[in-house]
């Protein structure tokens, strides 16, 4: 009878209950007044500051192309557009099956070629082509990862290998065909038992003086080229990787342009190629295994920019040792790493920018008997959720930017440099996105898991990352030996430290006050200090505060700058509170680390009325967001 | 009184009556709709408005001329009050919770589609004519048409938005501009059974405007026939590369549409080109509002007169001594520089001088957002 009588009561207060609009009751049994959608608008401060202006600063440069890009695939039909709740959005179907997929990514391809996007990409030349081309992929990786690799495998590989590893002759022959996709290229380097291990690859060439050609073969199974992207159904020419004899001595590895299949589509001779199958991700990228049975192919076909070998077969190269050599050749490589890097930060972009829009809108539980439920990004554990995320993408931003201009800027001097600090932030960008998609798609709830809302199939397509393009626990370990080798070296010569950032260790090592004060832990001294240690993760932190500092130094606008430093702050204290090495090495008492946790909480009380300005900074459209972040009530109603 | 108001039932029917001046839309008009806009919101008794235009015109624009006239005489602020009050006016529209039918039997150009397009039931005649004139004037395609002209298909609205290019109501059909086309004289039956049924509900609206619509032929020469080439030329990343493609297309083939095309764009203003140009590439990727607001910075600049004086050029040549030879300043597109044109989307840099001021609805039903 109690539960009875308890229902007819909440019943009872239902068929009542009005409304804060004023609906009477004569007009019988309505809709109860629902919980509706109310934009993040409402529940923000206005802007502190210049939104455009924090976009320029963040994505840098070729601002107008970006957004042209953006223009392009927004209005055609290729790039599956959807209507929901009266908003288009645009993202790849992957509903489809692997087969549709690899299909419609070439049909883009062909869209983008066919609208200029491609142009000077392998014939320009400078810097202003080089920032141009680094854009435009950032924006395509926006739309869709596989639609990204195989761009990027056809130009920044097999193009970069034939600019960087070839000569005029491969020049003239191959750049502008590649550009125009006359020919689709590829890069066979991974093999079925060898991937971070290049120089034990075990394909084999061998130089023919008779014909003056070189003959490639794939000696047993573990040989067989794998993951090369494009190889499975579209490329006709790749850049094989392989030991080189020559006269019985092992030259180690090189780079050998081959053709795989004909203009018709068929496969060449002497060549076996197999699908790598179905993957947990970016099966719009075909990726095919290779067999080389003999194939011979004309001499001037190897990539002579290191080394070469004449018509009679004498091997030449004007590097004698072996390792400087592989060094000189690997590289033109760290192109891969660079953007590999700018596209992780991106996907964290889309993924905050959808869970912190949501969050703004979506409500759970009143802690009021009659009033409104509570937002959840109102909720401080939330906040300590996403919003460190937010400032660590903030600090990985500038951080990208520096690599970005170091890339393209590069000198012989700056090579080393480039390869530790490539290294570092390829490791540690491509993790912190795997983190923060995890974390946004929980954050999401149920809504995390639909296709359509993004983020949580953004987890299949980008967890690659973390391991193609160098396995980011060896990327760390070559940073971490390069740390001990210049302290070895510098110690040894007696000289300070120059190069690397590591200049800081120069100067004695500071003591950190047992009584941390809220200006102290935010002054920008304290925390470069504080991060100044040595070995892969430190060194990583510390650059990118580094970067950081350098961007917001260059700041006037004082809004903008004041944000920044908030940020900043932001991202040092997590820091310090995640990584356990500040303890354990004593630079931080557990005194220090609970102030430390406390100040966190004060500073995710004080990003969060700017948390919609800091995700609208990101320059990412509308369309390629998703519907939970904007009206989900309408994206999800019957009528639609 | 220069817009007539009609109740009957719960339908409310405003009609623009300035006949004369083929309605074009005067302050007071602007400000007299905005009032019975926002009263009518609150009014639960209303629930559709139906917006029409007195005499051949359904409205051929906005009262430019009497903006110009506040820039010879040193006021520009008072001109840029005049567009304040009318993008406020085009947002309310935009995210109106009522719907709103508007019937263009006549011309609808400049301001007159802004008084419309935003609404979510267009209805075109075979009396229609839409265009967007603007760029011959030496001012850009405003009102919210960085919006409305992005989303039209594939890079039509470049197209409309750059030369001025006229649309009957066949093709505004076809593009997305209007919702149905109804014939003229069917006009009269059809508002009545609109407001027999006062409906609220847009699928009743709907169907009801379909017992009266019909889906008529395009033109053999329209130019929705030219979609091809139309999405090829003018999704180039600048005027130059648009103006360029145009003449290898005209090279290649021998069309009159081609050749009239590159003649109204090389007639247009340089300035306002490119301004047009990225006014609509950028209001792809913004919401009604941001777009709006972009707009406003931008009508700003032009008013007055920083980097360009065509604004009064353009009136002066094709309204006021009309002999449609104006003297652009710069001359030609590649003196246009890209700080010239930033400049204008930047904030204006005048004492009181604020942002256009929308007020966050929270409200916005999703059908109340204009849909393309």
């Not at chain 1, 392998?122 to 950032?138: Q, V, W």
């Not at chain 1, 056809?154 to 006359?182: N, P, Q």
């Not at chain 1, 700018?342 to 809108?361: M, P």
């Not at chain 2, 049924?197 to 395009?218: K, R």
């Amino acid at each position: 009878m109690e539960k009875v009588n308890f229902r007819t009561q909440v019943l009872t207060r239902h068929l009542l209950n009005n409304d804060h609009r004023g609906t009477t009751a004569t007009a019988g049994i309505s809709t109860s007044p629902c919980l509706s959608y109310t934009p993040p608008e409402l529940s923000s401060k206005p802007f502190p500051f210049d939104v455009n202006s924090m976009r320029k600063l963040m994505d840098g440069h070729n601002i107008e192309d970006r957004d042209w890009l953006f223009n392009l695939m927004i209005q055609s039909n290729l790039f599956n557009p959807k209507l929901r709740g009266g908003k288009i959005f645009v993202v790849p179907d992957y509903n489809q099956s692997m087969e549709q997929q690899r299909e419609i990514t070439m049909k883009r391809i062909q869209y983008l070629l066919d609208h200029g996007v491609f142009e000077g990409w392998l014939t320009g030349k400078g810097f202003d082509a080089e920032m141009r081309k680094l854009a435009l992929l950032e924006v395509i990786e926006i739309f869709d990862h596989s639609l990204a690799i195989k761009i990027g495998v056809h130009f920044f590989l097999w193009g970069g290998a034939i600019l960087f590893f070839g000569t005029k002759r491969h020049h003239d022959k191959w750049l502008k065909a590649s550009e125009d996709y006359h020919i689709k290229g590829c890069f066979a380097m991974t093999e079925l038992g060898h991937g971070s291990n290049v120089r034990g690859i075990e394909t084999i060439t061998a130089y023919d003086s008779k014909t003056e050609e070189f003959v490639i073969n794939t000696p047993c199974e573990s040989a067989q080229k794998y993951w090369i992207g494009g190889a499975a159904n579209h490329a006709t020419h790749t850049v094989v990787f392989s030991q080189l004899n020559i006269d019985g001595n092992n030259q180690g590895v090189h780079a050998f342009i081959t053709q795989i299949r004909d203009g018709d589509g068929n496969i060449c001779p002497n060549i076996r190629i197999a699908d790598c199958g179905h993957k947990i991700g970016l099966n719009g990228v075909d990726n095919g295994r290779i067999w080389f049975d003999n194939v011979r192919i004309p001499r001037e076909n190897l990539l002579n920019s290191v080394a070469d070998v004449s018509a009679d077969g004498k091997y030449l190269s004007a590097i004698k040792d072996p390792d400087q050599r592989f060094g000189a050749f690997m590289a033109p490589l760290t192109s891969g790493r660079v953007t590999i890097a700018l596209s992780a930060v991106y996907s964290t972009k889309i993924s905050l920018a959808i869970a912190i829009r949501y969050s703004l809108t979506r409500r759970a539980f009143s802690i009021t008997p009659n009033g409104d439920e509570v937002l959840l990004l109102d909720y401080p554990s939330h906040q300590r959720r996403l919003l460190p995320l937010l400032a660590k993408t903030y600090a990985m931003t500038f951080s990208g930017n520096y690599l970005k201009l170091l890339y393209v800027k590069r000198t012989p001097q700056l090579i080393k440099t480039l390869h530790v600090v490539s290294s570092a932030l390829k490791a540690t960008l491509t993790w912190h996105n795997m983190r923060t998609l995890q974390e946004c798609r929980e954050a999401c709830g149920g809504q995390g898991l639909k296709t359509e809302n993004r983020i949580g199939q953004l987890k299949g397509e980008f967890d690659v990352q973390s391991t193609f393009e160098g396995d980011n626990n060896v990327l760390m370990q070559q940073v971490s030996k390069a740390m001990l080798a210049e302290y070895v070296a510098a110690k040894r010569r007696n000289k300070p430290f120059k190069d690397l950032g590591l200049e800081h260790m120069n100067k004695s090592c500071p003591v950190i006050p047992s009584h941390l004060t809220n200006s102290t832990l935010r002054s920008a001294q304290f925390q470069g200090y504080q991060l100044a240690e040595d070995l892969g993760r430190a060194y990583s932190d510390r650059l990118i505060l580094q970067t950081f500092i350098e961007a917001e130094n260059n700041v006037t606008d004082t809004p903008l700058k004041e944000m920044l430093g908030l940020i900043r702050s932001m991202y040092v204290l997590v820091t310090l509170d995640e990584d356990v090495a500040f303890l354990r090495y004593g630079y931080l008492t557990v005194e220090a680390a609970a102030t430390v946790r406390r100040e966190i909480v004060k500073l995710c009380a004080e990003i969060r009325p700017h948390a919609l300005s800091l995700v609208s900074s990101f320059g990412i459209p509308d369309a390629f967001l998703s519907p939970i972040a904007f009206d989900w009530v309408a994206a999800n109603s019957w009528s639609n | 009184m220069k817009v007539l108001v009609e109740e009957k039932s719960s339908v409310r029917i405003f009609t623009l009556n300035r006949p004369k001046q083929l309605n074009a839309l005067s302050f007071a008009m602007v400000s007299g709709l905005l009032k019975l806009f926002t009263s009518c919101a609150e009014d639960s008794s209303v629930k559709l408005i139906i917006l029409k235009g007195r005499g051949r015109a359904f409205c051929a624009g906005g009262d430019v001329a009497a903006v110009v006239r506040d820039i010879s005489q040193g006021n520009w602020r008072l001109g840029a009050e005049y567009f304040r009050k009318e993008y406020t006016l085009n947002y309310l529209m935009a995210t109106y919770n009522k719907p709103q039918v508007s019937l263009l039997d006549g011309i609808v150009m400049g301001g007159g589609a802004g008084a419309s397009m935003h609404g979510r039931f267009r209805v075109a005649t075979e009396n229609s004519l839409f265009a967007m004139p603007e760029t011959a004037l030496g001012l850009f395609p405003d009102v919210g048409a960085s919006y409305f002209l992005s989303r039209l298909p594939g890079f039509f609205g470049e197209y409309v938005g750059l030369t001025g290019a006229r649309l009957d109501g066949a093709e505004m059909l076809a593009c997305g501009i209007a919702t149905h086309f109804v014939r003229s004289e069917r006009l009269t039956l059809f508002e009545e059974a609109l407001c027999k049924a006062s409906p609220s509900d847009p699928l009743v609206i709907s169907s009801i405007i379909n017992e009266f619509s019909e889906v008529p032929n395009l033109k053999e020469k329209s130019s929705y026939h030219k979609l091809n080439i139309i999405n090829k030329c003018f999704s180039r990343r600048t005027i130059e590369e648009i103006i360029a493609a145009l003449e290898r297309e005209g090279v290649q083939r021998k069309d009159d549409w081609i050749s009239f095309s590159i003649q109204s764009l090389k007639k247009a203003s340089p300035t306002s080109l490119k301004l047009s140009l990225r006014s609509i590439r950028e209001g792809r990727l913004q919401g009604i509002g941001k777009c709006l607001v972009r707009e406003f910075r931008m009508v700003c600049h032009v008013l007055r007169g920083e980097v360009s004086k065509d604004f009064t050029e353009g009136c002066r040549a094709i309204l006021l001594d009309k002999d449609k030879n104006p003297k652009w300043e710069p001359s030609k597109i590649e003196l246009v520089s890209d700080e010239m044109i930033d400049r204008c989307f930047s904030k204006v840099k005048d004492d009181g001088w604020e942002d256009l001021q929308l007020p966050v609805r929270s409200d916005l039903a999703s059908y109340a957002i204009a849909k393309l």
